[in-house]
């Protein structure tokens, strides 16, 4: 049974279909809510608050197809929830003026997550569905709704 039957079965009333999408998705889920938030509890709070929102709103779905999209994109307002109430935006300009200002032949040297904990979220996460979830620029746009040139 391919994930868009079980979408529709599950906005039927079948919560053990809604079950099996949502678990494949998981991990996904957790990894887009952590490069945003970089707090593990936060990020699985968001990803099951962005659940129990999905379920909520299963019946609103118009196109079972885009189920996995939908639910990333509930994932990531759920992130930005979460930031508005810790308050914690990472801001480029001073992010890269700190390490421009410490820069020495050694911190040329920063593994891929250092030099991507320094990206605002949003950027963080934009990078990470391209070059480690395999997004295409479309789908990127279309789950963050940013324009496909951005």
């Keep these: 049974m391919t994930d868009e039957e079980r979408i529709i079965k599950a906005q039927k009333g079948d919560y053990e279909s809604f079950e099996a999408v949502v678990l494949k998705l998981k991990d996904k889920a957790y990894h887009i809510a952590y490069s945003y938030l970089r707090d593990e509890a936060d990020s699985m709070d968001a990803v099951c608050d962005a659940v129990e929102k999905a379920l909520t709103n299963l019946k609103?779905?118009?196109?079972?197809?885009?189920f996995s999209t939908w639910f990333i994109r509930i994932v990531i307002n759920e992130c930005k929830t979460q930031m508005r109430?810790?308050?914690s935006i990472i801001r480029?300009?001073?992010a890269l003026y700190d390490q421009?200002?410490?820069t020495t032949a050694n911190d040329e040297a920063m593994d891929l997550e250092?030099?991507?904990a320094a990206l605002p979220p949003l950027e963080r996460l934009l990078v990470k569905m391209k070059y480690v979830f395999g997004y295409s620029f479309e789908e990127i746009a279309e789950v963050t709704e940013l324009p496909t040139n951005t």
């Design 85 to 87: 109430k810790r308050r």
């Design 60 to 66: 609103q779905l118009k196109e079972p197809k885009y």
């Design 100 to 102: 421009g200002a410490r």
């Design 114 to 116: 250092q030099t991507l």
């Design 92 to 94: 480029l300009a001073d």
